[in-house]
């Protein structure tokens, strides 16, 4: 049973993959739809962060991780380098745990 | 490089905690392997371990395979970023996560672009099976990652490469409205969907 599980989600989420991939090319898209593609993946992209950064599991994420994020978007946003965006989101929300705000 | 570097410490911890996790719940080792190589999509792999050990095997395929729907709409955005012939295809294509989209389109298309997936799809894939064997050796005695704050990393550090796109007015409008619908959703629907809900905002750029 176990087996047929990863055999079905490794071979399902693949074909998520190539099928995309595969598409772009086939499918003769009109001009219009080439234009909304990076839109379409930059909508994606940020409801994955939106979602991530505020949500668990269908409620709201508490404190320490929004707050986190939030200190990591405005680093972005004054075009400090990726590698401090992230450690300094990480930084935040464990301080903030080890401090007891969940 | 240096960007994506950071980024694999951070999946491979991750990593290991789905492989702490996955032996916990009583998964041979062969199987929590196996799943980080062939399905390598973290979300939905947490999600099957999950419903598997509540004996809930077909929601844990529909559930996973839910979540993983995006990659869909990404394949067909990102496809200049594997190249062409097919063996590039083939093998690239499993390289598509989250992460390798979001270094890709944060660059204009071009080289730069191909290279940026492609090293962010391998460092993470290599970060990733790493991980989930040292998770399966070290066990109980992997940390939690939400203590080291690695769950804030992550959408941080994808809005730090979703920036450079939302310069464009119509992507900023289509990206925020989209991520606005999907944070609304989130506790109304199940997981997967909301995100795909964010599809959406293409409505606003539709009428121009």
New interface residues.
């Given amino acids: 049973m176990l087996i047929a599980v990863i055999v079905a989600l490794a071979v399902g989420t693949y074909g998520f993959r190539l099928a995309g991939v595969v598409l772009r090319d086939r499918l003769d898209l009109p001009e219009p739809v080439h234009r909304l593609l990076p839109m379409a993946a930059a909508a994606l992209l940020a409801a994955l962060a939106g979602t991530a950064a505020l949500t668990e599991s269908g409620a709201f994420a508490g404190v320490a991780r929004p707050a986190g994020v939030a200190v990591g978007a405005l680093l972005a946003w004054l075009k400090a380098p990726f590698v401090v965006v992230v450690l300094a989101a990480a930084t935040t929300a464990a301080l903030l745990r080890l401090l007891g705000i969940p | 490089m240096?960007?994506v570097g950071?980024?694999g410490v951070?999946v491979l911890a991750v990593g290991a905690s789905f492989g702490a996790i996955a032996i916990a719940a009583g998964?041979?080792v062969w199987?929590v392997v196996?799943?980080s190589v062939?399905?390598?999509?973290g979300g939905?792999q947490f999600m099957?371990v999950g419903l598997?050990t509540v004996g809930n095997?077909f929601a844990?395929?529909f559930a996973?395979?839910l979540l993983?729907?995006?990659?869909?709409?990404?394949?067909?955005?990102?496809?200049?970023a594997?190249g062409h012939g097919w063996w590039r295809?083939?093998v690239?294509?499993?390289l598509?996560v989250?992460e390798s989209?979001?270094f890709a389109?944060a660059l204009p298309a071009g080289p730069g672009r191909q290279r940026a997936y492609w090293s962010t799809g391998v460092t993470l894939f290599i970060a990733w099976q790493i991980g989930t064997v040292l998770g399966i050796l070290l066990g109980g005695s992997v940390g939690d990652t939400?203590?080291?704050?690695?769950?804030?990393?992550?959408?941080?550090?994808?809005?730090?490469?979703?920036?450079p796109?939302?310069r464009d007015r119509?992507?900023r409008q289509?990206?925020?409205s989209?991520?606005?619908?999907?944070?609304l959703a989130?506790?109304l629907l199940p997981?997967g969907l909301?995100?795909?809900?964010?599809?959406s905002?293409?409505l606003l750029?539709?009428r121009r």
């Fill in positions: 240096r960007d950071a980024l951070a998964l041979p199987a196996a799943m062939f399905v390598f999509a939905s099957a598997v095997p844990a395929v996973g395979l993983n729907a995006r990659h869909l709409p990404f394949g067909l955005a990102i496809a200049d594997i295809r083939l690239g294509s499993h598509l989250d989209v979001a389109m939400d203590a080291l704050g690695l769950d804030a990393a992550f959408p941080a550090g994808m809005i730090a490469l979703l920036l796109s939302l119509d992507t289509v990206a925020l989209g991520a606005l619908v999907a944070v989130t506790p997981a909301p995100v795909l809900l964010a599809l905002g293409l750029a539709w």
